[in-house]
């Protein structure tokens, strides 16, 4: 097991937070596009992007992301790079703007897309997923050849990769992120994560993360546990006690990995387990 090549997949800005929490969040395009460039350099296979508008807000506006990801591309290791968008549904529900950024195409297009597999309660805010919101996401990201980064935050998400299973809406290998500590759903510890693991499908790929102050715990669960890991300032923006930058989050994983004797999976070798390329 400690030997197994192990993902990162890495989370630089998410919905919520703004350059008042923390100053190193990356929200300008420049600055998403240079944490994922030092990410990948760090050994990072998964870039899990979340755009901006001109106001600092999330947005679903295909133009961003398409902005991001073309810079990106443009770069040997991202051009190799495992890119993923975001289909959030923190502060906007309707279904048909949610699935916008899945119409981006050629060097724009990206590999994956989340899709958070119900509503859920966080600390200050829900994030609202409908059954028929969510299986109308994976009929698009179906649709558009783009594969879904299943977001499981307890047993009744697990529930519904199943579902979508049945209604062949999604096909192995099934990616999925265990997202632990949050506060309405599974925590950080080996008696929740151990159920989640025992209802995995097979043929599933794994990488846990956890929320603010769980994430370097969770991140050891899934370099012991799992595939991989999932990582930055989206889920936690603190360190030791102190703001912390994306790039010392990666490498407090980095650090965790080689107390284990484990390395990062290579692009390529990233590439073909989950893409089948």
């Not at 295909?62 to 902005?67: M, N, S």
């Amino acid at each position: 097991m400690l030997s197994v090549p192990y993902l990162i997949n890495f989370c630089p800005t998410g919905v919520v937070n703004t350059k008042h929490d923390n100053p190193a969040l990356p929200i300008a395009v420049e600055e998403i596009v240079s944490d994922c460039k030092a990410a990948l350099e760090m050994g990072c296979q998964i870039l899990h992007l979340h755009g901006r508008c001109e106001r600092g807000e999330q947005t679903g506006d295909p133009a961003v992301y398409g902005e991001i990801i073309t810079r990106l591309r443009a770069t040997p290791q991202g051009q190799k790079a495992i890119i993923c968008v975001t289909t959030t549904g923190r502060y906007q529900n309707d279904p048909e703007s949610r699935a916008r950024v899945l119409s981006l195409e050629g060097h724009a297009k990206p590999d994956m897309a989340s899709l958070t597999l119900s509503s859920l309660n966080f600390m200050h805010s829900a994030s609202v997923n409908p059954p028929q919101t969510v299986e109308y996401l994976a009929a698009q990201m179906l649709e558009a050849g783009i594969k879904p980064e299943l977001e499981v935050f307890d047993l009744g998400m697990l529930n519904m990769v199943y579902v979508l299973i049945r209604k062949k809406l999604i096909h192995p290998p099934f990616y999925i992120n265990l997202l632990l500590g949050n506060i309405a759903t599974a925590q950080a510890n080996v008696h929740h994560l151990s159920a989640l693991l025992a209802g995995l499908p097979s043929d599933a790929v794994v990488c846990i993360g956890g929320l603010g102050r769980y994430q370097t715990t969770a991140n050891l669960l899934g370099l012991l546990f799992a595939d991989g890991v999932r990582v930055g300032l989206e889920d936690n923006l603190m360190l030791d006690g102190a703001l912390a930058t994306n790039n010392q989050l990666i490498e407090r994983v980095i650090q965790q990995a080689q107390l284990l004797g484990k390395e990062p999976i290579s692009l390529e070798q990233a590439r073909q387990r989950l893409l089948g390329e």
